[in-house]
């Protein structure tokens, strides 16, 4: 221990060597903190990138050209006996001859594709909701077709030449007459919330997707919430430490872990393979969902019951109540807040999984909105991927349209579990 | 039909709860000490009600599909059973299952129409036999419990012996969907390689799936090596880490050491933003933004950029891997010990050089369980490339090439009307249990990784 | 150098010059007034043991003299402490450039997760003190040295710093502390977390180390005070009661609360 020798040379402090190693030391610490601060800043823009692009290009999906004309409901097209098999092309190509006394018969199918392919259904839904409407004129409202939709919002340039662009200048010179006219407006795009899915931009909206993420999420709650909290609760409250429970507990964190699109083969191969469940049906893509969501339940369910402390658990057992008493009478009840956040949380996860639903067949081009959880469906976030594909330019806009109101719906849902959080969660 | 079975299990439960509760109550008013309280009599008699009739259920419905349809096609001119295969069988009963439900395409052959109605008239029977049969079982559940009422009968013990089932049942779920993810795909993986030997698709380097379905139809021969898809899902995760883990490093770094709590305060929640986009959006993100940039960018270098590269795939999915890394790094250095830190900077340590020099190389084990967490995400994320990589296979490891991956492939493969038998929809299978291997294999790693550097700390 | 006003009862045994100066040191823990005017002046080449019961705030006057004090958020000092005359908390004064100076050993042995080289040697390394890796080998030896623990380790200074028993540990930590050739070295109770094998071994290092460096250590171990130390202070809720001999402080304390403690009547 006697190692120590005499006293060592001294270092220097007042050497100006020193302060030149100093400022140097400082500035590499300022280099780093300017990485550390670039790099949050490089995170920051990129969401606000891709927020912002969103919503440049989607604003406009959110609103629709229309046209407001008079139809003639001329008795020759439409029979008052049979309203529903009247001539309606007809009722909108003589309508438009009324506006356009100049067009000729050639260039009539040109000029009837400025209306939107929907406009003959709505005349005569309007028509038959009112035949005394027969023998004179309707004033309706109807959409334009998408290219005259993009012209209108600017998407058409008319300085390229005429071969290259969607629309010829003189449909170009025919929509400018309607506009003069004072014929067009651009409502709020209401057909994109209560219209299903259609082969024309104009017509499309996301009813059908909406009602099949709700009952998608619907069975996935009813299945994944009592499931997800029974396994929980035997596994944090119950369970022996054995290796049974061990294993159980490393497959829940496993499972947790396997990628989204083997969750769809497995609903391939069993779900629609082995049990022969329909094809495209929300209830099998929420039983899907239901499975992925399970692992995020079981997790979250199992911190807030251990978060609660075991002092309530002894005081009720001190009183003579059975263990499973204490469990459910007392510990679950304080318990809920965390582990409602936890379910909304996964809740909220499983709305945007697209993946497993794309396998199961939720892409499918359905016209209708389902009316239960097993006719086909489609569900937002496939929805997107559909129009995503579609070659159509409002489809883009849509697109987009259809990811707001996704991100909406999300934001929503976090808001909601982060205000329960703070409103409910006790700290012990 | 079937919400009337239900509905009958559940008045039969209500109906149970009610009368036990009521049987229990004029035992107590009349004096008897219960050994049990009265809500556990009406409960043993709700789950006796409910619980059998409800597993009937279940069991009635998996096994009523397959039994019927065999019916049915037992059933069929024996001409037309003989010589078909499983697969031909199978596409007849959708056939006339379709039918049966009033889709028909053209006029179909007698038979398939007699079969279609004796399909909808054998559903129709099991349907009533399944109701009769419900009714007769939640009836004797009800009934058997009233009669179990009475001062020494331990309610409790048997109400909570039946949660504890249920609760261990809830519990074996996971086990069962692991099951079911192994045995399913390694069934259809099975019957993959009876068809393309294993060392072809695990060492072949050509990826063709697209084989004729009919004789006249022209097509490649299909090649079913999977080397090149493989090595495309590498190339993008590649790329994206090298996204992803500079930013994620840095932002960690400098959130935990340098930022003023009012900053970590608003800049964590907006990293878990990034981590709540679903990946649709960014597949999209990727379509609309990210490949037309890269290709202007190109351009203006003079090279020739198409329009989905990896690099466009990669490097938006690294954007949505930067909070993974961050908040695993953010985590591994606030999991190093206070006295680490004090330590250096009472040696004279710049707080840069405290972190560079102690707290970064003491947290390396959990951020690398991190960083393979990212990994395993990364192989195993579809949405973003499908909409944004390719579809041809190559043997590439150019980030300005196109290609694709196992996930795109497995989506591609099944999208899309072919029969189950296929070889290209085994073909998916089998890359599907390739990936749940690799993946399995990175998060146990990554698990055990962080296990460990968790113990050297705790 | 007296400085005038001094608080405080000094008897000079001749031993060193006056290393720190403290005058009216006030500490705050946001509303928390932790250390109340203290005032003392500490001599060099000398084992200084600050005591007094938990919490009475000599571990927080010890974090003032390497302005350690500065890491804690909502840590407020005023007052006045000199090294070598010159005050510390002084604008120009670079906290990195004094805790060079003025190194530090903590309660719990921390060694870095790195070799026992690299933890030796981190202090000269981020200082530059070598110019090359001989040199640097020169120091590291010289203060595995005179961290008495040179034999122990030097076959295997590629070994992890955590491998070795807390005694050991702590000579390490020792070793590391004075890489930097401090002129003052603190110690927070540095035997407390030690068996008392190690402890007696510390002690023993502790009293060579006077030799060369003004030692301050606080313990809350009154017989090791008096074994190890020459000059005691004694704290109690904030203040400083008492400084003097070791000897002095132990046998005839002049402030009754001083007293109260020695003979167990407080702490």
Request: aromatic share 6%; hydrophobic share 40%; no cysteine.
């Given at each position: 221990m006697k190692d120590s020798p005499a006293s060592a040379p001294r270092v220097n402090w007042k050497d100006p060597q020193l302060a030149a190693t100093l400022r140097a030391r400082h500035a590499r610490e300022r280099r780093l903190k300017i990485l550390g601060l670039l790099s949050l800043g490089a995170a920051f823009a990129m969401l606000f990138i891709l927020l912002a692009s969103l919503a440049a290009s989607g604003y406009k999906a959110f609103v629709q050209t229309h046209v407001t004309m008079d139809f003639v409901i001329s008795a020759r097209n439409v029979n008052p006996e049979n309203p529903e098999k009247g001539k309606y092309r007809k009722v909108i190509a003589e309508s438009l001859q009324a506006v356009f006394p100049e067009v000729g018969r050639k260039e009539m199918r040109q000029l009837r594709k400025i209306l939107s392919n929907g406009a003959q259904y709505m005349v005569r839904d309007a028509v038959v909701a009112d035949p005394s409407l027969i023998g004179g004129v309707l004033r309706l409202t109807v959409p334009v077709s998408d290219p005259y939709d993009q012209l209108n919002k600017g998407e058409i340039d008319r300085t390229t030449p005429e071969s290259n662009r969607r629309l010829s200048d003189r449909e170009i010179a025919w929509f400018d007459r309607l506009k003069e006219a004072g014929m067009i407006s651009t409502p709020f795009n209401k057909a994109l919330f209560l219209n299903a899915d259609s082969r024309f931009p104009e017509l499309a909206g996301l009813k059908g997707a909406l009602w099949g993420s709700f009952y998608a999420l619907l069975v996935c709650f009813l299945l994944s919430f009592p499931l997800g909290i029974g396994a929980a609760i035997w596994l944090e409250e119950f369970a022996p430490k054995n290796r049974f429970t061990d294993i159980i507990e490393v497959n829940i964190n496993n499972l947790a872990a396997v990628p989204s699109v083997v969750f769809g083969l497995l609903a391939l191969a069993v779900f629609l393979g082995w049990f022969n469940l329909p094809r495209s049906a929300a209830f099998v893509g929420g039983m899907t969902l239901a499975l992925m969501t399970l692992p995020t339940i079981i997790i979250a369910t199992r911190a807030a019951l251990k978060a609660v402390p075991p002092s309530i658990r002894e005081a009720a057992l001190g009183l003579g109540a059975s263990r499973q008493q204490v469990v459910f009478g007392h510990v679950l009840p304080l318990a809920m807040p965390g582990i409602l956040t936890g379910t909304i949380i996964g809740l909220a996860q499983a709305l945007g999984e697209t993946a497993p639903l794309l396998l199961i067949g939720m892409n499918a081009f359905i016209t209708s909105a389902p009316e239960s959880a097993f006719e086909p469906a489609t569900a937002l976030p496939t929805q997107i991927f559909i129009w995503a594909d579609s070659p159509e330019r409002g489809f883009a806009a849509r697109t987009s349209a259809a990811i707001l109101v996704l991100l909406g719906f999300l934001i929503t849902m976090n808001l909601a579990a982060v205000i329960l959080r703070r409103k409910f969660e006790r700290k012990w | 039909m079937l919400w009337l079975t239900f509905l009958i299990i559940v008045a039969a439960a209500a109906l149970a709860y009610v009368l036990n509760l009521r049987a229990a109550r004029r035992l107590w008013a009349e004096g008897a000490r219960l050994h049990s309280i009265t809500t556990f009599h009406a409960l043993y008699a709700l789950f006796l009600a409910a619980l059998p009739a409800f597993v009937f259920v279940v069991l009635w419905l998996a096994l009523s599909g397959p039994v019927i349809g065999a019916l049915v096609l037992s059933g069929l001119p024996d001409e037309v059973r003989a010589g078909a295969t499983a697969a031909q069988e199978n596409l007849l009963l959708s056939e006339i299952r379709s039918l049966a439900r009033g889709q028909a395409f053209g006029e179909p052959e007698p038979w398939k129409a007699a079969a279609a109605a004796r399909l909808t008239a054998l559903e129709a029977t099991e349907g009533w036999a399944r109701l009769a049969l419900v009714s007769l079982i939640a009836a004797a559940g009800l009934i058997y419990a009233r009669t179990r009422v009475s001062a020494s009968f331990r309610a409790r013990q048997r109400v909570e012996r039946i949660i504890n089932g249920l609760m261990v049942f809830c519990s074996l779920v996971a086990i069962f969907t692991t099951i079911g993810i192994v045995a399913s795909l390694f069934v259809e993986s099975m019957r993959f390689f009876a068809r393309v030997p294993f060392f072809e698709f695990l060492f072949g380097t050509n990826w063709e799936p697209q084989i004729p379905i009919r004789e006249d139809q022209v097509a490649g021969a299909g090649a079913f090596g999977w080397l090149p898809v493989l090595l495309g899902t590498m190339v993008i995760t590649v790329v994206a880490l090298v996204v992803a883990l500079p930013i994620g490093l840095f932002s960690a770094i400098y959130l935990n050491e340098f930022a003023s709590p009012r900053l970590r305060a608003v800049a964590k929640p907006v990293l878990e933003i990034l981590a709540g986009v679903p990946t649709v959006v960014y597949g999209f993100f990727a379509v609309l933004v990210v490949a037309p940039a890269l290709r202007q960018a190109g351009q203006a270098l003079g090279v020739d950029v198409s329009p989905n590269t990896a690099l466009a795939a990669g490097g938006t999915m690294g954007i949505m891997l930067i909070p993974f890394i961050s908040s695993f790094t953010?985590?591994?250095?606030?999991?190093?010990?206070?006295?680490?830190?004090?330590?250096?900077?009472?040696?004279?340590?710049?707080?840069?050089?405290?972190?560079?020099?102690?707290?970064?190389?003491a947290a390396i084990p959990g951020i690398v369980g991190g960083v393979l967490l990212a990994v395993s995400r990364a192989i195993g994320e579809t949405m973003i490339v499908v909409m944004a990589a390719g579809l041809i296979a190559r043997m590439t490891i150019n980030p300005l090439d196109s290609v694709t991956t196992v996930t795109v492939q497995i989506v591609t493969l099944l999208i899309g009307d072919t029969a189950f038998d296929n070889p290209k929809t085994l073909a998916a299978f089998a890359l599907g249990m390739m990936l749940f291997l690799v993946t399995l294999g990175v998060n146990i790693v990554a698990l055990r990784v962080v296990r460990k550097y968790r113990e050297l700390y705790d | 150098m007296q400085p005038e006003n001094s608080q405080v009862n000094q008897q000079e045994t001749g031993a060193g010059e006056i290393k720190i100066s403290a005058r009216d040191v006030q500490v705050h823990y946001g509303d928390n007034h932790a250390l109340v005017d203290v005032s003392v002046d500490i001599s060099d080449k000398m084992v200084t043991a600050f005591i007094g019961p938990s919490g009475c705030g000599k571990s927080t006057f010890l974090r003032c003299l390497n302005r350690m004090n500065d890491t804690i958020d909502g840590c407020r000092v005023e007052g006045d402490i000199r090294l070598d005359g010159e005050d510390i908390y002084a604008p120009e004064v670079d906290p990195v450039h004094l805790r060079a100076r003025v190194g530090m050993v903590f309660q719990k042995p921390n060694p870095?997760?790195?070799?026992?080289?690299?933890?030796?040697?981190?202090?000269?390394?981020?200082?530059?003190?070598?110019?090359?890796?001989?040199?640097?080998?020169?120091?590291?030896?010289?203060?595995?040295?005179?961290?008495?623990?040179w034999d122990e380790v030097k076959d295997r200074l590629d070994a992890p710093g955590t491998s070795l028993s807390g005694g050991q540990q702590q000579r390490l930590c020792i070793a590391r502390a004075i890489a930097t050739s401090p002129e003052v070295l603190l110690m927070d109770e540095p035997c407390s977390a030690l068996d008392p094998i190690a402890t007696a071994q510390i002690e023993e290092l502790i009293d060579e180390l006077r030799r060369q460096f003004c030692v301050i250590m606080v313990t809350h171990s009154m017989q090791q005070a008096a074994r190890v130390s020459q000059r005691t202070a004694f704290f109690h809720l904030g203040q400083l009661v008492e400084y003097g001999e070791t000897g002095q402080i132990f046998t005839n304390p002049s402030d009754p609360r001083t007293e109260s403690y020695i003979t167990g009547r407080i702490g």
């Open positions: - | 953010d985590d591994a250095l606030s999991a190093v010990p206070r006295s680490l830190r004090d330590g250096s900077l009472a040696l004279g340590a710049t707080r840069g050089e405290t972190v560079a020099k102690v707290l970064f190389p | 870095f997760p790195k070799s026992i080289y690299d933890n030796v040697a981190y202090g000269p390394r981020i200082h530059g003190l070598a110019k090359n890796r001989s040199e640097l080998d020169e120091i590291v030896e010289k203060s595995l040295r005179r961290g008495a623990i």
